[in-house]
């Protein structure tokens, strides 16, 4: 069965710095990822999503990139500050066409000012 | 604003006791989501509609049954609550295409005493 991997179950860093957490995946090859941000008793909200013919993708302070090759994701977020401070869940497609997702566990990032 | 409502926020209910849990939407997306967050864990795909067409996950247990009777709304029935079954339960919309993002409700969380 699939499986997806966020590699940290926590992260701490400082106000400014750039924040990097990691999404692996086994067993399955998505055509695409999709990176969600999720706050305590709240419902996620999409941030980005990338496609499997895409290397990196940028929003603002945010960026995506994917290795198909190592089945990775990596998720940046420059110059954080302390209101990024949440879980972050990435979700890869795993077949139909209904867009159905699977889920990693997320890595909780806290940004210290 | 076009948004996903999930009513009520916070549910309590008795062991055995069947409870209803209701998501609406206005954003008239075809597909809708039901899943099952416990505390630190990934969201889990319990069952989606599109439109009318029920698609159950397969581990997904009997005791967990949907109804959409349109399609702004769309209902959660647990028909015997146990207390593995206290979690957050997200609701979630998207369009008819592929690769598309989810939108999700702030979620209804679940006490079963």
């Known amino acids: 069965s699939q499986k997806i991997e966020q590699n940290s179950e926590a992260l701490n860093i400082q106000e400014g710095k750039t924040a990097t957490l990691t999404c692996n995946y086994t067993?399955?090859?998505?055509?695409?990822l999709q990176w969600y941000r999720q706050d305590p008793g709240r419902g996620p909200v999409f941030l980005l999503l990338?496609?499997?013919?895409?290397k990196e993708k940028r929003k603002e302070r945010l960026k995506v990139t994917f290795d198909t090759t190592l089945k990775q994701s990596l998720f940046h977020i420059t110059a954080s500050q302390p209101a990024d401070s949440a879980t972050y869940l990435c979700?890869?497609?795993?077949?139909?066409?209904?867009?159905?997702?699977?889920f990693g566990k997320g890595t909780k990032l806290s940004v210290k000012p | 604003d076009a948004m996903v409502i999930q009513n009520p926020r916070y549910q309590v209910t008795q062991f055995g006791k069947p409870v209803t849990l209701s998501c609406s939407q206005t954003?008239?997306?075809?597909?809708m989501y039901w899943y099952q967050q416990k505390s630190s864990q990934a969201p889990k795909l319990l069952f989606h509609?599109?439109?009318?067409?029920?698609?159950n996950e397969a581990d997904t247990p009997d005791n967990f049954q949907s109804r959409r009777p349109n399609t702004s709304f769309c209902f959660l029935d647990i028909r015997s609550p146990g207390l593995g079954d206290a979690a957050m339960y997200l609701c979630?919309?998207?369009?008819?295409?592929?690769?598309?993002?989810?939108?999700f409700g702030p979620g209804t969380r679940l006490l079963v005493l």
């Open positions: 509609y599109y439109d009318k067409d029920f698609n």
């Open positions: 979700a890869l497609h795993y077949g139909g066409s209904q867009g159905n997702l699977i």
């Open positions: 979630a919309t998207s369009t008819d295409s592929y690769q598309e993002t989810q939108y």
């Open positions: 067993n399955y090859s998505p055509a695409y």
């Open positions: 954003l008239n997306h075809n597909v």
């Open positions: 990338i496609r499997e013919n895409e």
